[in-house]
């Protein structure tokens, strides 16, 4: 068919956004196979299985819509791109199709790569992290072709990365040398869970991560402790004592110019973290432990910069007894940062204090860093996801102040140039990278909705700001 002018786009899509939605519901029970299909295909970035084989499937998945994929050679594992539309407006789609290894076989209640329907929910390796939630994007466009015939008045493009989950480190540095392709008004992408909410959330932002190793080296070979124990230097005391200069008495990270730089906390940040519901964060009692270390936990996980020791390791710890002066140590360190921050400077500051407390052996590894990354509620993006969510779920969705990140997205901010919106089709109790991995049905279906619904939206606002004249907020679609 003729290609639409502006104005017979903007009344179809004003008159079709009803029917998009349900020819979701009538399609469901066929993307349901298409995630299926997916997720059978294990793409564990980190052992390289079944990765290509993969993106070779989804390519052909996204040839079925009638798009051209291409794959965009990283030099590990390939990016599957597919353009939908040609406009100067842009929307940014990311995805990430590999998945985490399974682990322990016997933990898992069905095969974690025979996707199996229970309860209401779809359970496997990948099926909410994320190709569940990557593929709604694909169900979404193929529903919009069969009401609509034509694709959108606005530029799609769809980017799903085969090594998210071992830190993007080749698909980051291929951004950086291709800028151009990747340059959008906003990044959009569905992933991780609602946490502990029953109901429809976003996030305003992404935290930053430092991620360090350290390393303590002692002798050369183990000597017995009985005579050497106490003129050895021992590394894995030399560790403990080490990070515990890190930590003041009340647990906050005592290097000195952490803090240097952190932009003040926006008011309405505040405000939304007071509004989440009680179920979001509930009582220590339910993670196993006594009390949490703050006596505000809510204002810490958000708006307090931190350090987490993740693992320390050195020496025998294993079964019976064995004498000996440990030869190495080594520890790894998260520090979630916000706004104004920058890794790369914690990271010199960390050192600076290391060899100021008189650790100057203690090597240190930068092994992942992302800088923070936030948008304000008046974005635009922010404004027509939260419409969306609402059209389909039928009540507002819950703002998320932040939640904590690292990955690709710190290159869209810093390289790039774009604001990233993360809106997660994940029910909370997903239980990604674990056993229990699920996605619910109903979800999966909504988030469907939610995409076919932001795409209309957001091709309304391209209509609109296409006009001399357009309306004061073309954002917010009808």
Excluded at 65 to 89: D, F, K, N, Y
């Amino acid at each position: 068919m003729a290609s639409r002018t502006s104005r017979e786009w903007v009344e179809t899509l004003e008159a079709g956004g009803p029917e998009l939605l349900a020819r979701v519901d009538a399609r469901a029970d066929e993307y349901l196979p298409w995630l299926i299909e997916f997720a059978a295909i294990p793409s564990i970035s980190a052992t390289g299985e079944g990765v290509r084989d993969c993106a070779e499937h989804l390519s052909e998945r996204i040839r079925g819509i009638g798009l051209s994929p291409e794959l965009l050679e990283t030099g590990a594992h390939p990016i599957v791109w597919a353009q939908a539309g040609e406009h100067e407006r842009k929307l940014l789609v990311y995805g990430h199709y590999d998945v985490v290894p399974p682990g322990d076989l016997d933990a898992w209640p069905f095969p974690p790569f025979e996707p199996t329907v229970h309860e209401g929910s779809l359970w496997g390796r990948g099926v909410g992290d994320s190709k569940g939630q990557m593929i709604t994007h694909l169900c979404a466009l193929a529903a919009w072709m069969d009401v609509f015939g034509e694709l959108p008045p606005f530029q799609i493009n769809l980017m799903f990365d085969g090594e998210d989950e071992i830190g993007c480190g080749d698909t980051s540095d291929y951004i950086r040398a291709h800028v151009d392709r990747f340059r959008a008004d906003f990044l959009y992408t569905s992933d991780a869970s609602t946490l502990g909410v029953w109901d429809p959330a976003l996030f305003l932002g992404i935290r930053g991560a430092l991620y360090v190793e350290l390393n303590a080296r002692g002798a050369d070979i183990e000597w017995h402790s009985g005579s050497y124990g106490s003129i050895l230097p021992n590394p894995v005391t030399r560790m403990a004592q080490a990070i515990g200069t890190m930590i003041d008495p009340d647990g906050r990270v005592a290097i000195a110019g952490f803090l240097d730089g952190m932009q003040p906390i926006p008011e309405e940040l505040h405000r939304f973290a007071a509004q989440l519901p009680p179920e979001f964060l509930p009582p220590a009692e339910e993670f196993g432990v006594r009390a949490f270390e703050r006596e505000d936990p809510l204002a810490s996980m958000f708006f307090e910069p931190r350090m987490c020791v993740c693992g320390i390791e050195g020496g025998y710890t294993g079964e019976g007894l064995k004498m000996a002066v440990p030869t190495h140590a080594t520890a790894k360190l998260d520090f979630a940062l916000l706004p104004g921050q920058r890794p790369s400077r914690v990271a010199e500051l960390l050192r600076a204090h290391l060899d100021r407390h008189g650790f100057d052996d203690i090597g240190i590894t930068v092994l992942s860093d992302a800088p923070p990354s936030s948008v304000s509620s008046d974005h635009r993006l922010f404004a027509t996801a939260v419409d969306s969510l609402q059209t389909v779920w039928g009540r507002p969705p819950v703002v998320i102040p932040s939640i904590g990140g690292g990955g690709v997205f710190a290159t869209f901010v810093d390289a790039v140039g774009l604001d990233c919106l993360l809106v997660p089709y994940a029910q909370p109790d997903m239980q990604e990278h674990s056993a229990q991995e699920h996605l619910s049905i109903e979800w999966f279906v909504n988030g469907i909705k939610t995409s076919a619904e932001l795409f209309r939206r957001l091709s309304l606002a391209a209509l609109a700001d296409a006009e001399p004249a357009g309306p004061a907020d073309p954002g917010v679609a009808r």
